[in-house]
């Protein structure tokens, strides 16, 4: 028999999948070439890998409905620095990218009523492992 799905996990997924769409259109409007979406390996998983101009950009989406735990763009903890940082490393070394500039970014989305209000952090952290 299979478990009933949480609702509370369930929203939670709905509010990444459309954060992660709008962030998706607000890059490419930003000039962003989309090269792979939810970038999994065994060590984790990255929201979006792009490519801005010469730069190869590792990008973590956070999305809220409410600022109730902190504003999106306070979301990305030392530790998912640190895990985001590893798959990256990864990504590099599999598809033999070692030797290219690359930069971590975070898109933060308030999911507000009228309309999202999105922003890029560029260079939002450094290599952490």
């Known amino acids: 028999m299979q478990k009933p799905e949480n609702p509370v ?7 990444g999948e459309s954060g992660e769409s709008i962030a998706v259109k607000f890059l ?3 000039g962003y070439k989309i090269i792979e979406r939810n970038y999994r390996c065994k060590l984790g998983e990255i929201d979006i890998i792009a490519q801005d101009r010469h ?5 973590e989406v956070k ?7 902190g504003g999106p763009k ?3 903890t030392p530790r998912k620095q ?6 990256a490393l990864n990504y590099l070394k599999e ?12 898109v933060a989305i308030r999911l507000l009523p009228d309309a ?12 952490a492992y």
């Open 63 to 69: 999305a809220r409905r409410t600022d109730e735990f």
């Open 9 to 15: 996990n369930n929203g939670r997924r709905q509010t």
């Open 95 to 106: 598809t033999e990218q070692m030797a290219k500039k690359a930069r971590f970014d975070v």
């Open 74 to 76: 306070w979301a990305v």
């Open 116 to 127: 999202p209000d999105v922003e890029i952090i560029k260079n939002a952290f450094e290599l």
């Open 28 to 30: 490419k409007k930003n």
């Open 82 to 87: 640190r895990k985001v940082s590893m798959v």
């Open 55 to 59: 730069v190869l950009a590792f990008i």
